[in-house]
T-cell receptor, first 115, second 114 residues
Framework: SAVISQKPSRDICQRGTSLTIQCQVD?????MFWYRQQPGQSLTLIAT?????????ESGFVIDKFPISRPNLTFSTLTVSNMSPEDSSIYLC????????????FGEGSRLTVL | AQSVTQLDSQVPVFEEAPVELRCNYS??????LFWYVQYPNQGLQLLLK??????LVESINGFEAEFNKSQTSFHLRKPSVHISDTAEYFC????????????FGSGTRLLVRP
C-alpha cells in the first residue's frame, strides 16, 4: 500500500486568504485525487490530477477556487483560494490502491478551519 | 449515476453486542464495493472490499460484509463489537474502469458503549 503524507495536518485560516495543501506519495502514481469532507458529511471528489495534464474537476468545483498542481508522479498540491467559513473541511488526497478496482488509499487529511 | 445510501447516521451499541451497518447502492452492470473506516481525527482506512468472487468478504479485525446483488446491498456486520470500533464507517461504490471515481455514502457513526 502507498504511504501518503499531507501537510498541513490542520490549520486555522482567516477569511479571504488562500492555503495550499501538499500531498506526497512514497511511490510513483499516475492519478491522484482530492476529496473534501465537510463537517459531519461524507466525502466528495473535488478533482482528479494526472501528471502532465490539467486537473479534471467535478461538478460544483472550479479551478479558480481550487487550483491544483501535479509537477511529478509523487507530489500534488491543492490550493483553497479566497477562503470563507464554508470552506472549513477536511481535504484528503488519495491514490489508486489496485488497478481497475476503484480502490483508493487516502492520506490522513488536512483539517482546515476558516474564521 | 451511481449512488450509495447508508440509512443509519448513528448506531449506538453496547460492547460485545452484534452490529449491522446498512448500505444500499443503485444498481449497475458491475460494481466494486468498499467499506472505509475513519477513526476520530484520522484519515480513511480501507476496511474491506468486494471486487468479485465470494460474496462474503472479511476484514482482519472481525468485520464482514456480504454482497447481495438482488437487493443491491453491502451490509457490514460484526458479531461482537469492542470499544475501539467506535468510528465513522463509509460505504463506497465504484464502477471500476479507468475513472477510479468512488461514490461515498453519507456515513454511519458507530458508537460502542461499555
Amino acid at each position: 500500500s502507498a504511504v501518503i503524507s499531507q501537510k498541513p495536518s490542520r490549520d486555522i485560516c482567516q477569511r479571504g486568504t488562500s492555503l495550499t495543501i501538499q500531498c506526497q506519495v512514497d511511490s510513483q502514481v499516475t492519478m491522484m485525487f482530492w476529496y473534501r469532507q465537510q463537517p459531519g458529511q461524507s466525502l466528495t471528489l473535488i478533482a482528479t490530477a494526472n501528471q502532465g495534464s490539467e486537473a479534471t474537476y467535478e461538478s460544483g468545483f472550479v479551478i479558480d477556487k481550487f487550483p491544483i498542481s501535479r509537477p511529478n508522479l509523487t507530489f500534488s498540491t491543492l490550493t483553497v483560494s479566497n477562503m470563507s467559513p464554508e470552506d472549513s473541511s477536511i481535504y484528503l488526497c488519495s491514490v489508486v490502491g489496485a488497478p481497475d478496482t476503484g480502490e483508493l488509499f487516502f492520506g490522513e487529511g488536512s483539517r482546515l478551519t476558516v474564521l | 449515476a451511481q449512488s450509495v445510501t447508508q440509512l443509519d447516521s448513528q448506531v449506538p451499541v453496547f460492547e460485545e453486542a452484534p452490529v449491522e451497518l446498512r448500505c444500499n447502492y443503485s444498481s449497475s452492470v458491475s460494481v466494486y464495493l468498499f467499506w472505509y473506516v475513519q477513526y476520530p481525527n484520522q484519515g480513511l482506512q480501507l476496511l474491506l472490499k468486494y471486487l468479485s468472487g465470494s460474496t462474503l468478504v472479511e476484514s482482519i479485525n472481525g468485520f464482514e460484509a456480504e454482497f447481495n446483488k438482488s437487493q443491491t446491498s453491502f451490509h457490514l456486520r460484526k458479531p461482537s463489537v469492542h470499544i475501539s470500533d467506535t468510528a465513522e464507517y463509509f460505504c463506497a461504490v465504484s464502477d471500476g474502469g479507468s475513472s477510479y471515481k468512488l461514490i461515498f455514502g453519507s456515513g454511519t457513526r458507530l458508537l460502542v458503549r461499555p
